[in-house]
């Protein structure tokens, strides 16, 4: 569960990843690093005590090396902070998101007058494993707008409707009180662990 920072007030709603994007991560970091590590030497010491051509039957090698890249590079992002936010004072709803693969850790806004917003609604995202990551999706000008991906029902709930008092376009679902329901009771009974 992604740990959002919820302000609502009565002319205004801002959300954000509760740390704002900052600190790093260096919990994970080094747990990357450290598995990075390990497999590097593992194929280092491999590489030293064989005579490797990188012939076809070398290619899982390739696998391999690329999987130790992945590695490094998630140790490495996991030092920098991202994250993503909304904002809306009744005017104008501001989305703000620093990538996940950036390295200069620098917010980048857009900015849209509520009138050109369409259905705005929590639904996928994006897709992590084998289940959609839900978030906020919207249109604006012909075009799809995704943010706050991890967001779950209960708070996307409380956030639509805030949005809504303050006159935005937004897409009811009818399953929404079921999806909230459902969320609560897994919270209740498994500590959020489902």
Same mark, same amino acid.
């Given at each position: 569960?992604?740990?959002?920072?919820?302000?609502?007030?009565?002319?205004?709603?801002?959300?954000?990843?509760?740390?704002?994007?900052?600190?790093?991560?260096?919990?994970?970091?080094?747990?990357?690093?450290?598995?990075?590590?390990?497999?590097?030497?593992?194929?280092?010491?491999?590489?030293?005590?064989?005579?490797?051509?990188?012939?076809?039957? /070398?290619? %899982?090698? @390739?696998?391999? &090396? !690329?999987? =130790?890249?992945?590695? $490094?590079?998630?140790?490495?992002?996991?030092?920098?902070?991202?994250?993503?936010?909304?904002?809306?004072?009744?005017?104008?709803?501001?989305?703000?998101?620093?990538?996940?693969?950036?390295?200069?850790?620098?917010?980048?806004?857009?900015?849209?007058?509520?009138?050109?917003?369409?259905?705005?609604?929590?639904?996928?995202?994006?897709?992590?494993?084998?289940?959609?990551?839900?978030?906020?999706?919207?249109?604006?000008?012909?075009?799809?707008?995704?943010?706050?991906?991890?967001? /779950?029902? %209960?708070? @996307?709930?409380? &956030? !639509?409707? =805030?949005?809504?008092? $303050?006159?935005?376009?937004?897409?009811?679902?009818?399953?929404?009180?079921?999806?909230?329901?459902?969320?609560?009771?897994?919270?209740?009974?498994?500590?959020?662990?489902?």
């Amino acid at each position: 569960m992604v740990d959002f920072k919820i302000e609502i007030t009565k002319d205004r709603v801002s959300v954000s990843h509760a740390d704002g994007g900052w600190p790093p991560d260096a919990g994970t970091a080094i747990v990357f690093g450290v598995l990075s590590a390990v497999t590097v030497g593992a194929v280092a010491t491999w590489l030293t005590t064989h005579d490797v051509e990188f012939s076809p039957s /070398e290619w %899982p090698l @390739a696998g391999i &090396i !690329l999987f =130790a890249g992945t590695l $490094l590079w998630t140790a490495f992002r996991n030092l920098f902070p991202s994250g993503q936010s909304i904002a809306c004072d009744g005017n104008t709803l501001t989305i703000g998101r620093i990538s996940d693969v950036s390295v200069r850790s620098q917010w980048k806004y857009e900015s849209f007058p509520i009138s050109a917003i369409k259905d705005l609604q929590f639904a996928s995202v994006a897709f992590g494993g084998q289940r959609p990551v839900m978030g906020l999706r919207f249109k604006v000008d012909g075009e799809t707008k995704k943010t706050l991906p991890g967001l /779950e029902s %209960p708070e @996307a709930a409380k &956030i !639509l409707d =805030a949005l809504g008092s $303050l006159g935005v376009n937004i897409a009811r679902d009818p399953a929404m009180p079921m999806m909230v329901d459902m969320a609560l009771s897994r919270r209740k009974h498994f500590g959020g662990v489902l």
